[in-house]
C-alpha cells in the first residue's frame, strides 16, 4: 500500500509517520509532499492508495490539489488535514469526493480506525477489480468478447501485459498430479490474494487445452 503524507509542515509528517510505522507501514511505502504542486507530481509518478493532504499548503491548497490529482489517480482515497474544527471547507471537501479528515493534532486512534476500515473496503475493492478482470480475460480467451466489443474504458484495452504456464510432472499417477496441482493452486491464490493492487490484476486460468497460466496486467504510469 503506498501511502502519501501532503502537508508543508515537518512536524505534522513526522508525526504522521511515526504513528504509521506504529501501524507496522512500511516506511518505503509512505511518501511525502510539500506543496500542491509537488503533491499532485508524486500522484502522476506514483499512483497511491491512501493520501492525507493538508488544506493550506503553499503553491496550490490541499483541496485544489486534490480535484487535480484525481484525474490522475482515481482509486486514491483521500483525507483531509486540518486545524480547523469548523472544518469550513466541509461542502468542498465532499463534492471532491473526499473520504475523511483528520484534525490536528492527530489522534493515533483515530488514524488506527481510518486505516482498519480502509483496508478492509480496499481489499474488497482490489478483489472485485480482479475478478472482473479474470472474467474479461477468459471471455477474450474463448473468443465470447473482444478487445473492440470491450473499449477504451476495459482494464485489459489499455494494460501491460506479462504471463506463464505451469508444467506438472507428467510421470506422477494420475491421482497425485491432481492432487498437487490443486495444492499449488490454492498457494497461487492465496499469493494472488495478497499481492492485488489498484493499478496491478492477477489471474490463474486454464487455457484450452488444460494448460494452467497466470497472467499478470499493470496500468502504466502517466
Known amino acids: 500500500m503506498r501511502i502519501l503524507i501532503a502537508d508543508d509542515e515537518y512536524l505534522v509528517r513526522a ?27 508524486i500522484v502522476r509518478q506514483n499512483l497511491p492508495d491512501l493520501a492525507f493532504v493538508d488544506i493550506r499548503m503553499p ?24 486545524g480547523f474544527p469548523e472544518f469550513d471547507y466541509a461542502q468542498e471537501a465532499i463534492r471532491l469526493g473526499v473520504s475523511g479528515y483528520l484534525l490536528k ?15 478492509e473496503e480496499n481489499k474488497k475493492q ?9 472474467r474479461e480475460l477468459m471471455a477474450l480467451l474463448y473468443g465470447l468478447t473482444s478487445l473492440e466489443f470491450e473499449g477504451l474504458e476495459s482494464f485489459v484495452t489499455r494494460a501491460h501485459f506479462t504471463g ?13 498430479r ?18 492485488l493492487g489498484h493499478h496491478n490484476r492477477l489471474a490463474l486460468m486454464v487455457l484450452p487445452n488444460g494448460e494452467l497460466a497466470t497472467v499478470g496486467a499493470w496500468e502504466p504510469m502517466q
Open 15 to 41: 508525526s504522521l509517520i511515526s504513528m504509521l510505522g506504529e501501524l507496522n507501514f512500511s516506511m518505503d511505502s509512505i511518501l511525502e509532499a510539500t506543496t500542491g504542486e509537488e503533491m499532485v507530481n
Open 105 to 119: 493534532p492527530i489522534s493515533p486512534e483515530e488514524l488506527k480506525k481510518i486505516l482498519a476500515d480502509f483496508t
Open 59 to 82: 503553491r496550490g491548497n490541499g483541496l485544489e490539489a486534490i480535484k487535480e490529482a484525481k484525474l490522475l489517480s482515481p482509486q486514491t482515497k483521500w483525507f483531509i488535514l486540518t
Open 126 to 134: 482490489k478483489t472485485a477489480q480482479n475478478k472482473q478482470f479474470e
Open 164 to 176: 506463464a504456464i505451469f508444467y506438472f510432472d507428467s510421470f506422477l499417477p494420475e491421482k497425485t
Open 178 to 195: 491432481a492432487e498437487r496441482q490443486f495444492a499449488f493452486c490454492h498457494i497461487a491464490q492465496e499469493i494472488i490474494n495478497e499481492n
